[in-house]
């Protein structure tokens, strides 16, 4: 299994549009970050794509990512799902449907934001995304592309947000509390890529220092931190964080 990081950047992606700081003049290309998202390669050779950043037609383009089995989402904020329409590129290729992962609640909100994907209409030719909505449980592995797959309650402030874990593979984005039942299917990791908004608490993100003890907690063999913002410095963050654990930066592939 391969997990390639599309963006580990904040919901403004880093540069800032407008500002002038050290990291968003930096010409150092692992602080430049789109909206945060990875996709997994599976042994199979299917993939999982987590969340549907505005950055999504890029983020495949730099990747190479040409193929798209299934989506599964975080939440419902803009920065994680408004390239869904860019899924039409997937249906294209691979002439089927894309099936797309989420608790119920966030499933009807997808429904809600993009109605003209999911109604019926008289339009024909490529126009839309083909989706299938799989809905999920918090807590209830199920198997697909022979991965166990277990959604996991998070907090990011009072919205509810969903952690994957993939096999051996978690992600944990968006997210300022984790509950101890969740915290409890975070054992035996060989990686694990969890938020980490900026040095500063925050109130629906874990800083630095609350990703960095957490992940200590639960002693994964490889930790990132994505969902960054222009307040960490790709080198002075390298530099600072105890093993196992490094900040990511967009175009990396973990093998697994």
Same mark, same amino acid.
């Given at each position: 299994m391969?997990?390639i990081?599309?963006?580990?950047?904040?919901?403004?992606?880093?540069? /800032?549009?407008g500002?002038?700081c050290?990291?968003?003049?930096?010409?150092?290309?692992?602080n430049?970050?789109?909206?945060?998202?990875?996709?997994?390669?599976?042994?199979?050779?299917?993939?999982?794509l987590?969340?549907?950043?505005?950055?999504?037609?890029q983020?495949?383009?730099?990747?190479r990512?040409e193929?798209?089995?299934?989506?599964?989402?975080t939440?419902?904020?803009?920065d994680h799902?408004?390239? &869904?329409?860019?899924i039409r590129?997937?249906?294209f290729l691979?002439?089927?449907?894309v099936?797309?992962? *989420?608790v119920?609640?966030?499933l009807?909100?997808l429904?809600?934001?993009?109605?003209y &994907?999911f109604?019926?209409?008289?339009?024909? *030719?490529?126009?839309?995304p083909? /989706?299938?909505?799989?809905?999920?449980e918090?807590?209830?592995?199920?198997?697909?592309?022979g991965?166990?797959?277990?959604?996991?309650q998070?907090?990011h402030?009072?919205?509810?947000?969903?952690?994957?874990? /993939?096999?051996?593979f978690?992600?944990?984005?968006?997210?300022?509390?984790?509950p101890?039942?969740?915290?409890s299917?975070l054992?035996g990791?060989?990686?694990? /890529?969890i938020?980490?908004?900026?040095y500063?608490k925050?109130?629906?993100?874990?800083?630095?220092?609350e990703?960095?003890?957490l992940?200590?907690?639960?002693s994964?063999?490889?930790?990132?931190?994505?969902?960054?913002c222009?307040?960490i410095?790709?080198?002075?963050?390298s530099c600072?964080?105890?093993?196992?654990?490094?900040?990511?930066?967009?175009?990396?592939?973990?093998?697994?």
């Open positions: 391969e997990v990081v599309l963006g580990c950047g904040t919901s403004t992606g880093v540069p /800032i549009v500002c002038h050290a990291v968003c003049r930096s010409q150092n290309p692992r430049h970050r789109f909206r945060s998202s990875v996709a997994v390669q599976l042994p199979q050779g299917q993939v999982i987590i969340d549907t950043t505005p950055d999504l037609r983020q495949a383009l730099t990747n990512l193929r798209v089995d299934a989506v599964f989402y939440h419902c904020h803009a799902i408004h390239g &869904i329409d860019e590129s997937y249906n691979q002439k089927e449907p099936s797309v992962y *989420g119920e609640e966030h009807a909100h429904k809600k934001v993009f109605p &994907i109604e019926k209409t008289i339009q024909v *030719g490529g126009g839309k083909n /989706i299938e909505t799989k809905t999920v918090l807590f209830k592995p199920f198997e697909l592309f991965v166990t797959i277990t959604p996991l998070m907090w402030g009072k919205l509810l947000t969903v952690g994957w874990r /993939i096999g051996n978690a992600y944990l984005t968006d997210v300022n509390c984790l101890d039942e969740s915290r299917y054992d990791l060989d990686l694990l /890529i938020g980490a908004l900026r500063r925050h109130p629906t993100h874990f800083t630095v220092e990703a960095t003890d992940a200590l907690s639960v994964p063999k490889r930790c990132y931190l994505t969902h960054m222009h307040e410095e790709y080198n002075e963050a600072k964080l105890p093993s196992p654990i490094h900040p990511a930066y967009d175009t990396l592939r973990i093998a697994i």
